[in-house]
């Protein structure tokens, strides 16, 4: 008999047929989350889990669910899953890291770009029609060549934003529990200062740092007073990373010049007083999605699935120790 396993949402049909070889599967296959009383009730049989990094995973649904072997995020972050709780139980948790790096520095950069030069702002005045005549002022934007970039959580995804800045002769400074090793600083170009001295510093604050937490609120009212009114924060990372309600004051009060911002506290609800502001541009959450990092995120969950239930040890684990 195959073992049962449960799919939290609507994923790619490639992964679903190349998961339902090796098991049982039960495809929720819908974009909206399963309640809680539901996924409780749907994994009470099941020795695996395929889920999104959208699907919390606190310590009472994993409680009931006594079969419960592996769960496999498609995401690299898994701040949705108790995973001291899975450690207890002798659950694997495993991501997926590497995939998704350079799409996500990708959109780092270009969210840093549209605020830097207002790309959004400025093609929604031109579709509106309002583009009467040339002007010597319209639409003044920040150069983003030669400019100072700060990156906060210099893990895989900073060094890849890292060596882009380097194309634009950018001085980057950046801060990190962990300093890189020397060849790594001289390979991106990038010392490492204190987080103040990085937001006092900084012309782009870029946040790449996993949330815990332990970070959250790491980027409140007193950061965002540090911070240059000439600056720009990008976050791409995590909700709850950054003070939402603290941040639209600062925009709104133009002590922060932009903002960038892919992820959102609440997520997918947000602060409404975001789309009041003129100054910040606003994307859903979308770092890793391009067609080829979703495609690879999924695969690569799947393999980790697999490998957990069959007697293999899964590549990305972050609990090893449940697999002593
Ligand atoms: C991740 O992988 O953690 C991303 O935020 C999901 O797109």
């Not at 959004?120 to 309002?130: F, I, K, N, T, V």
């Not at 001085?171 to 390979?187: D, P, S």
């Not at 937001?199 to 240059?228: C, N, Q, W």
């Not at 910040?280 to 695969?299: D, E, Y």
Request: include cysteine.
């Amino acid at each position: 008999m195959k073992p049962k396993i449960l799919i939290t949402r609507h994923f790619f049909p490639e992964l679903v047929s190349r998961l339902q070889m090796y098991f049982e599967v039960d495809n929720h296959g819908s974009n909206e989350g399963l309640p809680p009383a539901e996924l409780k009730a749907r994994l009470a049989d099941k020795a695996g889990l395929l889920l999104s990094v959208a699907d919390p995973l606190p310590a009472d649904i994993i409680a009931a669910a006594p079969h419960l072997r592996a769960a496999c995020n498609v995401g690299v972050g898994y701040n949705n899953i108790d995973v001291a709780a899975c450690t207890k139980a002798g659950i694997a948790v495993t991501n997926t890291p590497d995939v998704l790096t350079e799409t996500t520095a990708d959109l780092a950069w270009a969210l840093l770009m549209s605020v830097a030069r207002r790309l959004p702002m400025a093609e929604r005045w031109l579709r509106e029609g309002q583009w009467g005549a040339w002007r010597y002022d319209l639409w003044l934007g920040t150069d983003v060549h030669d400019a100072t970039l700060g990156i906060i959580g210099m893990g895989r995804i900073g060094q890849a934003v890292a060596r882009r800045a380097m194309g634009f002769g950018m001085k980057t400074i950046y801060h990190n529990r962990t300093r890189l090793a020397g060849e790594m600083e001289a390979k991106y170009q990038a010392s490492w200062v204190t987080k103040d001295t990085l937001l006092r510093e900084a012309d782009f604050v870029l946040l790449l740092l996993p949330y815990s937490p332990t970070v959250h609120h790491y980027i409140g009212e007193a950061e965002l007073r540090l911070m240059k009114p000439t600056a720009h924060l990008v976050n791409v990372a995590r909700g709850g990373i950054v003070d939402d309600a603290a941040l639209i004051t600062a925009l709104r009060e133009r002590r922060l010049c932009g903002a960038g911002v892919d992820v959102f506290e609440g997520e997918p609800k947000f602060n409404p007083d975001f789309l009041t502001l003129d100054n910040v541009v606003l994307t859903p959450h979308i770092g890793s999605a391009s067609k080829q990092a979703r495609m690879a995120m999924g695969m690569r969950a799947v393999d980790n699935l697999i490998a957990a239930l069959t007697g293999e040890r899964p590549r990305d684990c972050v609990n090893p120790e449940v697999l002593q």
